[in-house]
């Protein structure tokens, strides 16, 4: 069955950086759109940023310049680097792989908080 697993999460300064990984197996990952999103309490989920099957990638604009989506296919892995990071990116932040037959899988997300 497919399972995503994060890991990385933690506790940062402003202007810090950590590293999301995100462990995937049960599909075929090489062939796969990946996506990582973030969520805070009470907003609704917002797409961070997605990295296709060939490693073309697209971020929300308040994290261009400062987040970087990568992909390891020979590890199932992606990972996102968050440099710069501010208050306001403080949220659990969720692996993701759309089928794109309607059925989403998600991890159990990994919290990221960015304060002094």
């Known amino acids: 069955q497919v399972r995503l697993v994060e890991s990385g999460g933690g506790v940062v300064q402003p202007g810090g950086s950590l590293r999301l990984s995100c462990a995937a197996s049960?599909?075929?990952?090489?062939?796969?759109?990946m996506r990582w999103y973030r969520q805070v309490p009470g907003k609704e989920r917002e797409l961070v940023a997605s990295?296709?099957?060939?490693?073309?990638?697209n971020y929300v604009d308040s994290v261009k310049g400062r987040f970087t989506i990568s992909r390891d296919n020979s590890r199932n892995m992606v990972d996102l680097q968050m440099n710069s990071l501010k208050p306001e990116d403080t949220a659990v932040y969720y692996c993701?792989?759309?089928?794109?037959?309607?059925?989403?899988?998600w991890g159990q997300g990994t919290q990221v908080t960015v304060s002094s």
């Open positions: 993701n792989f759309p089928t794109g037959n309607g059925r989403d899988y």
């Open positions: 049960g599909f075929i990952f090489s062939a796969s759109v």
């Open positions: 990295i296709s099957s060939g490693a073309s990638s």
